[in-house]
């Protein structure tokens, strides 16, 4: 079975700054998708961005890059230029298998940022 | 605009109640669907996988009996909580998958926040 394991309970970081929120992935499946989702206080589920297993290159939309080290097995999230309303929690999320299907979260990440 | 429309957002009733959450794919056809519960300040936790015309499959640990999902059309999944209890009360969403694509991402419902007093 696949896991997803996010060992940053909280991060702190000043708005302008760069954050980095960590994600490392098992499975046993060659082909898979890594997602992060962005979670405000009121609950929804906003996607951010998704990297395939068999992606050349890193993910990025707009503020947001992904970190694929697929040997490492690592998804790390990158946030550029900090917002205020960038604070909430984070999620990584593993699909495998071509048809993306149902998703495995980790523990996830709560993101404050400072003025 | 939202993809997926989850309703009720908030629920709160008595213990025993059973209480119906809908949720809708508003401009794709979704043959499968999927429910998911989460507690306070806690992860996402997949109850079951929702499936157009046919049985749901439900997760380890999760009873098929208490918590009913029916799958009517390729736009509307419901999910109902019979016989609702306090442990019961949690936040519930629902997510669904534009087909195609290999790199769509699940589009998620905003919600259901249940409290059973």
């Known amino acids: 079975a696949q896991k997803i394991t996010q060992t940053q309970p909280g991060m702190f970081v000043q708005e302008k700054e760069a954050v980095t929120l960590d994600c490392t992935y098992d499975?046993?499946?060659?082909?898979?998708?890594l997602f992060w989702y962005k979670q405000p206080s009121s609950g929804e589920m906003i996607f951010l961005i998704y990297?395939?297993?068999?992606?050349?290159q890193n993910a990025t939309e707009g503020r947001y890059s992904l970190n694929f080290q697929k040997a490492r097995k690592s998804a790390n999230l990158v946030i550029s230029a900090s917002q205020l309303g960038d604070s909430a929690m984070y999620f990584c999320?593993?699909?495998?298998?071509?048809?993306?299907?149902?998703?495995?979260f980790g523990q996830g990440t709560i993101l404050t940022v400072h003025p | 605009g939202a993809v997926v429309s989850q309703h009720p957002s908030r629920v709160i009733c008595k213990s025993g109640t059973s209480v119906k959450i809908e949720c809708r794919s508003l401009?794709?056809?979704?043959?499968?669907m999927f429910w998911y519960r989460q507690f306070p300040k806690q992860s996402l936790m997949l109850m079951a996988t929702?499936?157009?015309?046919?049985?749901?499959?439900?997760e380890q640990g999760v009873e098929k009996d208490k918590f009913l999902i029916n799958h009517a059309s390729l736009t509307l999944s419901t999910l109902t909580v019979t016989s609702a209890h306090p442990e019961d009360s949690s936040f519930y969403i629902c997510?669904?998958?534009?087909?195609?694509?290999?790199?769509?991402?699940?589009?998620f419902g905003d919600g259901t926040r249940l409290s059973i007093l």
């Open positions: 997510s669904a998958r534009r087909q195609g694509q290999i790199n769509q991402p699940q589009h």
């Open positions: 499975t046993s499946d060659p082909s898979y998708g």
């Open positions: 990297q395939g297993s068999y992606d050349q």
């Open positions: 999320a593993i699909a495998i298998g071509t048809s993306y299907g149902k998703l495995t």
């Open positions: 401009d794709f056809q979704a043959t499968t």
């Open positions: 929702s499936n157009e015309g046919s049985k749901a499959t439900y």
